[in-house]
């Protein structure tokens, strides 16, 4: 298994330079393979540069490890948008399974979270409260 979860001859995309798949150029815009209705992330990049990565269904320590893939393919320095208010069901063990990878991002706007969720996150070092990207609006 590869990091993230993924077998590699399954891996969803290989990310050149501004997010674009190496193979052929295009930018990402894609669902994750091997996935059920209960876990789906959609990733964009938008006009602004920024990454958005929107989460539906279930996010659990499962999907928290598929998402661990995809912030790896993601520069740590980059606008990166998580947006987890298509979640259904938010498990705190997913949250913290991320909050590392989180906490290490420079431009990070987190959406779709509950207060608790939002505690939680900064209780393990996710600064939610500095400065935004400008599309976070």
């Not at 193979?23 to 789906?40: A, D, K, L, Y």
């Not at 490890?65 to 498990?91: I, T």
């Not at 949250?95 to 207060?115: H, I, K, Y």
Request: aromatic share 6%; net charge positive.
């Amino acid at each position: 298994m590869a990091p993230g979860g993924l077998a590699p001859a399954r891996r969803a995309f290989l990310w050149g330079p501004g997010l674009n798949h190496v193979r052929t150029g295009r930018i990402v815009r894609g669902r994750s393979p091997g996935w059920g209705e209960e876990q789906m992330m959609d990733v964009t990049r938008g006009m602004r540069g920024e990454v958005t990565i929107r989460i539906e269904g279930t996010f659990d320590a499962k999907a928290a490890m598929r998402l661990s893939g995809w912030l790896r393919e993601v520069p740590a320095r980059g606008p990166l948008v998580l947006d987890f208010s298509a979640v259904r069901d938010c498990h705190d063990s997913g949250l913290a399974a991320v909050a590392t990878d989180l906490a290490a991002r420079e431009q990070l706007v987190v959406r779709g979270l509950n207060r608790h969720q939002e505690r939680m996150l900064r209780y393990l070092g996710v600064d939610l409260d500095r400065p935004t990207i400008a599309a976070a609006g």
